[in-house]
Each structure stands twice: as C-alpha cells, then as structure tokens.
C-alpha cells in the first residue's frame, strides 16, 4: 500500500547509545518531515527536508541529526540518547509547494531511552 | 509568526450527545487550519481542513468545523457522538514561512465517550 513507512515500530535505548530511525515514501513526494510527539505538547516539528538534497531545522532540532537519502528517504539519528529523548517520532511526507495539501504521516516509532 | 491553542485537555461526553472541541489560532493572515484524529497507539489520520474557501466545512465520520476570523477560532463539532469517537484531536496550523509546508500542532484534546 501507498504511504509513508517507519522502522523501527518500538525501540529501547540505553542513555548514550545511538540510533538511526528510517522513513521511507513511495508517493514521488518532494518534502518530508520528522516530528515528535509529547503528552500535552501535540507534535513538535525536528527537522525537515523540503526537497531531495536539502534540509533543515525546525522546532526542536537539538541531537538529532537527519539525511535525506534520497527522494524516498529521510532518516533521523540520535548520536547519544537521552531520557528526554523517550518519545514518539512520527515521520511524514507532503507533495511539492508550500501549500497545506498532500499530507501523508507514518505509524510512528515509540522510542523509550532509559 | 502563527500558533494554534486548544482550550480543553480533555473532554468527557455521553454517547449521542453533541462534542465541541474548541481552537483558537494566531495568525497575521489567513492561515490553512486543519483538524487531525489519532486513534490509540495508531498514527494521524485528517478529519477536515480548511484553505480559505466555506467557512463552514465538513470532514469525515460526520466532523465539521466553522472558521471564525471575528474570534480566530476554528472549533470542531459533531452533533451526536459515538463510541468510536473516543481519541486525540489536534488542531493545527500551516505555517507561513517560505516554501516549508510545515505544521503548528496545539496541544491535543483528548475525547471520552461514556455508554
């Protein structure tokens, strides 16, 4: 099925160890994003990618880092994990333009940093 | 700069009474304003949208909202609530800046439905 795609679904990390969460779409979208999401704080934009080859900081960037691959691909990787890091990472993609249209967002990763 | 604020954490209806979750946005020009679903431990499904044409618009499981500029609000209703209704709700922003395409969550109202 068309869509956005996340692995892993659940992950336990230890405080200091690192991970690379994959996104992958399928739908020749230009723009994808990653967001996390906190009890009581909705979801908060990391980074993004508005095309292939570029991206940038939103919201709550700080240790993370992202690549965009290629069209399909956005990975997020956290070099050293942190307990405020336990969160939920949703990613999403978004057809081309600055318009609200087209937007597609994965199950998300439930990350829990111990 | 635009932001987005949902007025209630949490709502508690009975089944087959109305629900009102209210939002109320800032924005220094017309924004594009959205109402999400999360179902438990699932992902983000759209309920409704709103890009500056009805003010009055109709989303999915018999949503709706109504875009009010007078009050910058953009509350979300349905006349007569089901079981299945009993989620997250996320009003949310397009923001402006640039080419981004990028969101403004609020805060997230959770929605009880009682037997």
């Known amino acids: 099925n068309a869509g956005v795609t996340q692995t892993p679904k659940f992950q336990v990390l230890k405080t200091g160890q690192s991970m690379t969460l994959q996104c992958a779409q399928d739908?020749?979208?230009?723009?994808m994003y990653w967001y996390r999401q906190d009890p009581g704080m909705g979801l908060r934009l990391i980074y993004y990618s508005a095309s292939e080859g570029t991206t940038d900081k939103g919201e709550v960037p700080n240790g993370y880092n992202v690549s965009r691959l290629n069209k399909r691909e956005f990975s997020l990787r956290l070099e050293s994990a942190a307990p405020s890091q336990t969160s939920v990472y949703f990613c999403a993609s978004k057809s081309g333009g600055g318009g609200p249209y087209g937007y597609t967002f994965g199950s998300g990763t439930r990350l829990t940093v111990v | 700069a635009q932001s987005v604020t949902q007025l209630d954490s949490h709502v508690s209806v009975s089944e087959g009474t109305p629900v009102l979750l209210r939002c109320n946005y800032s924005s220094s020009y017309s924004p594009s304003l959205f109402w999400y679903v999360q179902h438990p431990n699932k992902g983000l499904q759209l309920l409704l949208k709103y890009t500056s044409a009805a003010t009055l618009v109709k989303g999915i499981n018999g949503f709706e909202a109504e875009f009010k500029k007078s009050e910058t609000s953009f509350h979300l209703t349905k006349p007569s609530a089901h079981m299945s209704d009993a989620a997250e709700y996320f009003c949310v922003v397009s923001a402006s800046s640039g080419n981004t395409g990028k969101l403004i969550f609020g805060q997230g109202t959770t929605l009880q439905v009682k037997p």
């Open positions: 739908m020749n979208h230009n723009s």
